[in-house]
C-alpha cells in the first residue's frame, strides 16, 4: 500500500512488549480473584495492544471525552485485558488491578459504565457489534465527526444472530468508521467453535454481508498495523487469527481452559517466561490526539414547543398520537432521533420520519440489533433516543434490554399493538406479556398513556427520564379524555371519575380505561357508583393514590387490563396494597391465549369490556354484602 506507513523496529518491538505486559497483568489480575478468564484475554494481547497505542485516537486521561475513538469489548469476559490496557495508559493504577472481582472494586468481571473506558456493558454474547453501531452511525450522521468505532468479538458469539442483524446494519448505512476485530481463537466455552480456524469461511461470511474483510495473523503486530491502517470506504472486519491462551504453554490452544484462572505455580511460571519476552526498547507509546469536530450537545429540559392540541371527545389511537409528539418534540431539539423496526406505518414513527428524515433510523426487522443501536446512539449522552415497533415483538430483545439497563443506558421505547384489543391479526401479534417484562428491568419506567393528551405527556417525560422508558400505545381510536393544559407527572396516577359516595375503585388504563368509564356511566343508571384510576404510569405505580381510594371504597379494588394476568397492571396493584389491611383486590386479564377476532369481540371474549367491569362490581358488592 503506497499510503502504508510502516511502523519502525522500535514501535514494533514496543507493541509487543505491551501485549507481553497485557498477558502479564491479566493473568495475575485472575489468579488473584481465583476467577475469570485469562486465556481469552491472551489470545486477544496484540489486538488490544495494536488498537490503543497504533491505531485508536483519544485521551486516556479522559475516557468520554465526546471526540474519542470509541471501542468496545463485545467479548466481555475478557475484561481483564481491558482493565490492563487502561492500567497501561496510566489511567488506572497497576496495583488496581489486583482488586478484578472484588466487591469494592469497580473492575468488575465484565465490563460495566461505572468504568469512565466503558460505554456499555458487556458480557451477554452477541450485542456489542449493535451498540457500536450506533455509535458508528451517530458519528457518521448526526455528529458528522472524525471519531471511529472498534469493536473486539470473540469468534464464540458469532454463532449469535444478532451479529449477523449488525452485520447488515453496518453494511446497509455504510458505516465505514467501524471497525469489527473477531478474534478467531477457535475454542468456545465448552467445545471448539463451529468453523474452528477456517478464517476464510468467516472471510467469505463478512464479505457476503457487505463488509471489506481482511485475514491476519492475530499475534502479529505488524499485520494488524498495516490493516487497521488501510483506508476504508465499507464496514472493515479483522479476521483475527489467534490462539486461546497465547503465551501460557499449560493452556495454549487447549479444552477446559476457558473461565479457568492458574494456580498461583502456574501464574508464576506464566509471568516469568512472558517477562523474558520483553525486549528492551527506549520507546513509550502514547495514544494520538483525537481531532475536534464532535460538535457540542446539551440533552438537559428536552421540552415540548407547546400543548397538546387535542380537542375533548376528539377519537385518535395512542399509537398515532406517539408519531405526532415525536416529531413535535424533535422540532424543539435536533438530538432527538427515532429508530424503528419496519413497523412505522403502524407505530406512527413515519410521522417522524417525514417530518425529519436525517433523524429517522431504520432498522428493518431486527428488533434485538434494533434495541442495541438504540444504546450506541445513546451512549455519551449524544442523542435523545426513540425505538418502536409492536410490544409483542420487544420481548425478543429483552436480553438488549436487560443489558441497556446493566448499561445505565436512557432509551425510550414504544410498543405499539398492545393486547387482545388490536383485533383480527390474532395472538402472535398481540402484546400481552410487555409489561412483566419491562417491570422486571430495575431502571425501567412504564407509560401507559390513555388517550392523545397523555401520551404527549408521555413522550415528553421519557425525553427527561434517567434509564430505560417504555410507552405502551394501542390500535383503537379512543376520546380524548384530559384538557390540553393537565399535568402529567412520572408515578403521578389520575383519578377520571369519581363521587361522594363510590363503592368500588377501578383501576385500567389503555383501552379498558374507556371500557371503565363506560361501565362507571351504566352502573350509575343502577345507582352504583364506581371511582376509575388511571395509573398513566404502571412503574413506578402511584401506591398512594390507589391506596387512598381504595380506603374511600371500602377497600374493595378491580384492575382491568388488555395484558395477561402475570406480571401486568393487577400484579402491580396487589404489590402496591399488599401490606394493607382490609384492602381486597379483584382482577381482570386475559386468561389465556387468546384468537382472532374484531376488538370488541375480543374484549368481551375475554372478560375486560364495559360489561365484565360491570359484573365484577355487582360480584364484588355481592360478596362485600353476603360476607355481613
Known sequence: MEDYHKPDQQTVQALRNIAARLRINSIKATTAANSGHPTSCCSAAEIMSVLFFHTMKYRPEDPRNPNNDRFILSKGHAAPVLYAVWAETGYLKENELLNLRKVDSILEGHPVPKQQFVDVATGSLGQGLGAACGMAYTGKYFDKASYRVFCLLGDGELSEGSVWEAMAFASNYQLDNLVAVLDINRLGQSDPTPLQHHVEKYQRRCEAFGWHAVIV?????????????????????????????????????????????????????????????????????????????????????????????????????????????????????????????????????????????????????????????????????????????????????????????????????????????????????MGLEDLAMFRAIPTATIFYPSDGVSTEKAVELCANTKGLCFIRTSRPENNIIYNCNEDFHVGQAKVVYKTSDDHVTVVAAGVTLHEALAAAEQLKKERINIRVIDPFTIKPLDSKTIIDNARATRGRIITVEDHYNEGGLGDAVCAAVANEAGVAVHRLAVPQVPRSGKPHELLRIYGIDRDAVVQAVRKVLSSSANAK
Open 217 to 429: 495473523d492475530g499475534h502479529s503486530v505488524e499485520e494488524l498495523c498495516k490493516v487497521l491502517s488501510q483506508p476504508r470506504h465499507q464496514p472493515l472486519a479483522v479476521i483475527a487469527k489467534t490462539i486461546k491462551g497465547k503465551g501460557i504453554p499449560v493452556a495454549e490452544d487447549k479444552m477446559g481452559w476457558h473461565g479457568r484462572p492458574l494456580a498461583k505455580d502456574a501464574a508464576d511460571a506464566a509471568v516469568k517466561e512472558l517477562q523474558s519476552r520483553i525486549l528492551g526498547c527506549s520507546k513509550r507509546l502514547y495514544p494520538a490526539p483525537p481531532g475536534d469536530d464532535a460538535p457540542p450537545v446539551s440533552l438537559r429540559n428536552v421540552r415540548m414547543p407547546s400543548a397538546p392540541g387535542y380537542k375533548p371527545g376528539e377519537k385518535v389511537a395512542t399509537r398515532r398520537a406517539y408519531g405526532a409528539a415525536l416529531a413535535k418534540l424533535a422540532r424543539y431539539n435536533e438530538r432527538v432521533v427515532a429508530l424503528d423496526g419496519d413497523t412505522k406505518n403502524s407505530t406512527f414513527a413515519e410521522l417522524f420520519r417525514t417530518e425529519h428524515p436525517d433523524r429517522y433510523v431504520e432498522c428493518y426487522i431486527a428488533e434485538q440489533n434494533m434495541v442495541s443501536v438504540a444504546v450506541g446512539c445513546a451512549a455519551r449522552d449524544r442523542n435523545v433516543v426513540f425505538a418502536s415497533t409492536f410490544a409483542a415483538f420487544l420481548t425478543r430483545a429483552f436480553d438488549q434490554l436487560r443489558m441497556a439497563a446493566i448499561s445505565e443506558s436512557n432509551v425510550n421505547l414504544c410498543g405499539s399493538h398492545c393486547g387482545v384489543s388490536i383485533g383480527e391479526d390474532g395472538p402472535s401479534q
